[in-house]
């Protein structure tokens, strides 16, 4: 029977390319969204794949909203934890809100989300939980305090519970995208854009689909002896050790 995973902010940008990229090798896969229902209805029409709506932050709607996804499709082996905001602000200037609700979308989601699926995965011994960090939780970013802390602990929160789920078959492993082609990005201004690529040694912007082919491997059996690993993603922009 195909495996079961889930993609948090699945039906846009990087996280729609990851469920496509799932869904064409086989899985059966639900998507989830919190904000824009018109692109996720649009996005099911369109691939096949189920869109379930909650807030990845709300421990309680995702139990609920996981507990669901089980019932409807089977056990969930596989976790993408890619959903994410930002909230840009000099932090001199950045409110309380700024800073929680990135903390609350992007860092607290991890536990949200991990949390009501791996006891299960540990009792059937195997799961595959990839978190999606950033470049700027390895290397910081000017305006993005709140933003850089939460991907930082995203690749702290990977490594501990590589180490403690490792006997059980699970692994975990963290991808840290660089700038790739979504809507998020297409937003910058074209002058900053361009400053953007020019320092992008590969000389262009990622392809949503370059990350997903990465979640594919590493949710494939054949990556059981990689966990704990962060994987760098951006082209060289930035060279890190971990």
Wanted: proline fraction near 4%; aromatic fraction near 6%.
């Amino acid at each position: 029977m195909a495996r079961v995973a889930v993609v948090s902010g699945g039906t846009r940008g990087i996280g729609a390319a990851i469920s496509k990229a799932l869904h064409t090798a086989g899985y059966r896969v639900a998507a989830t969204y919190v904000g824009n229902e018109q692109a996720a209805s649009a996005f099911t029409a369109e691939s096949g794949i189920p869109a379930y709506r909650w807030d990845v932050g709300d421990p309680e709607a995702c139990s609920t909203g996981l507990a669901r996804v089980a019932e409807d499709l089977g056990p969930i082996e596989v976790l993408v934890n890619n959903a994410g905001i930002t909230r840009d602000s000099m932090f001199h200037r950045m409110t309380f809100d700024q800073w929680s609700s990135v903390m609350r979308a992007d860092l607290d989601s991890l536990f949200c989300m991990t949390r009501p699926v791996i006891e299960g995965m540990r009792t059937r011994g195997f799961g595959r939980i990839i978190n999606i960090s950033s470049i700027n939780g390895q290397k910081g970013q000017v305006g993005q305090v709140n933003y850089s802390a939460a991907k930082a602990g995203a690749i702290g929160f990977t490594k501990a519970l590589a180490q403690e789920n490792a006997p059980k078959g699970i692994t975990v492993n963290c991808i840290c995208p660089g700038y790739i082609d979504t809507d998020m990005v297409a937003a910058v201004p074209p002058e900053t854009l361009a400053k953007i690529v020019a320092g992008i040694p590969v000389g262009r912007l990622g392809k949503a689909e370059e990350v997903a082919e990465a979640v594919l491997y590493l949710a494939s059996e054949k990556a059981g002896f990689i966990t704990g690993s962060v994987l760098t993603i951006n082209g060289a922009q930035y060279l890190a050790n971990g």
